[in-house]
């Protein structure tokens, strides 16, 4: 049976960072067929506030070659995210976007056939909050709650605490301070409900108690790899593929 291809990249940002797709700039995605997976970290932005722009955009993703996989970042539609059926996708809860097209729930654990696991926990904190209005272009689900934070250790319990990769849109503390960023501010929090949760400490904990060969995330519109006790690769217009 031939293997079956992953590429992961960075946002996608609705239409505005799509062009990294096309068949000119992804030439390999050319030669993909719907077996094979290329993964979003994050602010893909395919279901966002408008219902016919995202339908259109929905058939744009199913027409590729490819099935398009994603964690959700801060800058998706979460209000109409809700609204789509769940299924199974290799394991995974996931919101099923389009006939190729899922959103894989926070906490969630990909797992193909050939063994390789994936660990999916989008969210992350929105910059510019002060700048969009609740409920339309922010929303409080971008960060997590705490069901879906034990879903999470559930199902890394169930691999015991190990997986291939983890896919997330922001990075542990530790990662976000390299770069020169100062972590989460306390003001932060306060434009969100008292059932929200701190996105770097629930990455932080997945970092220290999780074994994993690799980790991706976008957020950042950079490309850049670090290194602690695996590789955090972050990921903007770079596509790679995993081999």
């Keep these: 049976m031939k293997k079956r291809r992953i590429f992961i990249t960075g946002d996608t940002h609705v239409r505005k960072d799509i062009q990294k797709l096309s068949a ?4 390999a995605g050319n030669e993909l067929c719907k077996d094979d997976l290329l993964i979003i970290c994050g602010d893909a932005g395919i279901v966002w506030v408008n219902e016919e722009r995202d339908r259109e955009l929905i058939e744009w993703y199913d027409s590729c070659p490819w099935t398009t996989v994603y964690c959700d970042g801060n800058h998706e539609g979460f209000a109409r995210l809700q609204e789509y059926p769940e299924t199974w996708f290799h394991g995974a809860r996931a919101h099923q976007i389009g006939a190729s097209v899922y959103h894989i729930l926070r906490g969630e654990i990909m797992e193909l056939e050939d063994g390789r ?8 904190f929105s910059q510019d ?3 969009r209005t609740k409920d339309y272009n922010w929303f409080e689900r ?3 709650v705490q069901s879906e934070v034990d879903n999470c250790m559930r199902n890394l319990e169930r691999y015991k605490f190990s997986v291939d990769y983890c896919i997330t849109h922001d990075v542990p503390t530790r990662f976000n301070m390299q770069m020169g960023y100062p972590g989460v501010l306390p003001y932060m929090l306060t434009y ?6 701190n996105i770097h400490a629930v990455l932080d904990n997945i970092y220290e108690m999780t074994t994993f060969r690799k980790w991706f995330a976008g957020h950042y519109h950079v490309n850049r790899t670090m290194y602690g006790k695996a590789p955090v690769q972050i990921l903007y217009d770079e596509i790679v593929e995993l081999t």
């Design 24 to 27: 000119e700039n992804f030439a």
């Design 117 to 124: 696991t994936f660990l999916f926990f989008g969210g992350a």
């Design 129 to 131: 909050i002060e700048f």
């Design 142 to 144: 971008e960060l997590p």
């Design 192 to 197: 969100y409900g008292p059932e929200y949760i």
